[in-house]
């Protein structure tokens, strides 16, 4: 069915309003609930958190620039891509006329790490197979369960949408639904990023706000002024206060001598404290920790500087694939496989859709060459294989052949025996030779004997 049949206007209840109320943008609209530092966290306030957009968008676009193949068994067990299936071109070349697929499995990726991504499948009339997939508004979009009955298996699940004002029904094998990390009681939709961390987000703004505010205060704590005479009114009061601030505050005003005349006297104000008995440096690297373990990200890659030696970082690496991007990589392609592949590819597992997760193991470039000449050597892959993970032109048939060492044979095969060079024949042994003296004493014997 293509995409424009899909805009089927129907009449909504009150069960169903068009834009629920848990809805991220009806709590921006109220500016959301204050978190418990008393700072509004919303969509707008926390991109003032670097380490918080940054995970965000490490987890983004490391999974857009992945390449998510579709892969077909062939007949000797091993797999290849299928480079002629409708989902690999969608995966693969143009998911739809106006992304990449980059930018297309970025921008669901970001809207899955922030709670929920919805995806509308455009299929063929004719065959049925996908040609288009759109990403829906998150805010605008959520899923209803319809009970026809008490019986909980004719229990069916839809989601409304809005585009351009008007509201559209979806079938759920319609819609690619990736939920968040974090899950509401109904299990049905993720919960809101933002609004599940919204205390530990709030005191980073908090941090954030009040270090801007003590380098706006020439990087001082306030001053208390005590005044020898009686200042009438509350205007002379702001007046002098004013005075003082337009003369010393502010970074460009830092370092500048005070004046005080008529004997007022300057001093620290009251339960002020320098910046290093408030921990202001290490409650900063513990909002770091604090929002790499909502994104399920280690915090070395936000920017923490605990466990950074060479070992510790190198285990990051490996904690970041196995328990960040693993469970990202299964939910995505799982959702993929439901929607994208036919039934009969399912049922009979020829076909299935995954990400290529050595593209994030991949090493220095002397290390990259030795792995593939070992491959090679050992007869694990072809040297054009290796050819083309390199980069490298391909080598000529004759030369494209398997290797094996020469200790390791074919199990089964029977070897040929080995020519048996013919015996050489051995001399007969040489008397050694003997000494003049007893050559002449042997002759000397015979002829008293001929006598």
């Not at 909504?12 to 921006?28: A, F, G, H, N």
């Not at 579709?70 to 000797?76: A, H, I």
Request: glycine share 6%; aromatic share 8%.
């Amino acid at each position: 069915m293509p995409f424009r049949k899909l805009i089927n206007m129907v009449k909504r209840s009150w069960e169903s309003p068009s834009v629920p109320i848990t809805s991220q943008s009806i709590s921006d609209m109220f500016q959301a609930m204050p978190s418990a530092s008393g700072n509004t966290v919303t969509r707008q306030t926390v991109s003032a958190l670097p380490a918080f957009i940054h995970g965000i968008d490490l987890i983004a676009s490391t999974i857009g620039r992945i390449d998510c193949p579709v892969y077909k068994e062939t007949r000797d067990g091993t797999k290849a891509r299928d480079k002629d299936h409708p989902a690999d071109r969608l995966l693969m070349r143009r998911p739809n006329p106006w992304q990449t697929p980059f930018e297309f499995k970025r921008e669901l990726a970001y809207d899955a790490v922030m709670g929920n991504a919805y995806c509308v499948v455009v299929r063929d009339e004719n065959n049925g197979d996908p040609t288009d997939l759109i990403i829906l508004d998150p805010a605008k979009t959520y899923p209803v369960i319809v009970r026809y009955d008490t019986d909980v298996s004719k229990m069916q699940v839809y989601y409304i949408t809005q585009i351009q004002n008007k509201d559209i029904t979806l079938r759920a094998d319609e819609v690619i639904h990736i939920k968040g990390r974090i899950r509401n009681d109904c299990g049905l939709v993720g919960r809101n990023i933002i609004d599940a961390a919204k205390d530990v987000l709030g005191m980073s703004i908090a941090l954030i706000q009040y270090g801007a505010y003590y380098f706006a205060n020439s990087g001082l704590p306030s001053m208390i002024i005590e005044m020898p005479t009686f200042l009438k009114g509350s205007e002379q009061i702001e007046q002098f206060r004013q005075t003082l601030d337009n003369q010393h505050r502010g970074i460009a005003n830092s370092n500048k001598t005070l004046v005080l005349q008529g004997g007022a006297k300057a001093s620290k104000g009251f339960g002020q404290i320098d910046n290093q008995s408030a921990q202001f440096l290490e409650s900063r690297q513990m909002t770091l920790t604090d929002v790499a373990l909502i994104l399920g990200v280690p915090g070395s890659f936000l920017g923490s500087k605990q466990n950074t030696s060479y070992g510790s970082l190198d285990q990051d690496s490996l904690n970041l694939l196995i328990h960040c991007f693993s469970q990202w990589f299964c939910n995505f392609e799982q959702q993929f496989d439901r929607l994208l592949l036919k039934e009969s590819e399912k049922a009979r597992g020829t076909r299935w859709i995954e990400f290529n997760k050595g593209q994030l193991t991949e090493s220095d470039h002397s290390t990259n060459v030795k792995t593939w000449s070992d491959l090679v050597n050992n007869g694990l892959c072809l040297p054009n294989v290796a050819c083309a993970a390199l980069n490298l032109p391909p080598l000529d048939e004759e030369f494209n052949v398997p290797r094996l060492p020469t200790n390791i044979g074919i199990q089964g095969e029977e070897e040929e025996p080995l020519p048996v060079a013919p015996p050489v024949p051995v001399p007969a042994p040489q008397a050694p030779p003997k000494d003049k003296a007893v050559s002449r004493l042997e002759r000397l014997t015979e002829s008293v004997v001929e006598r």
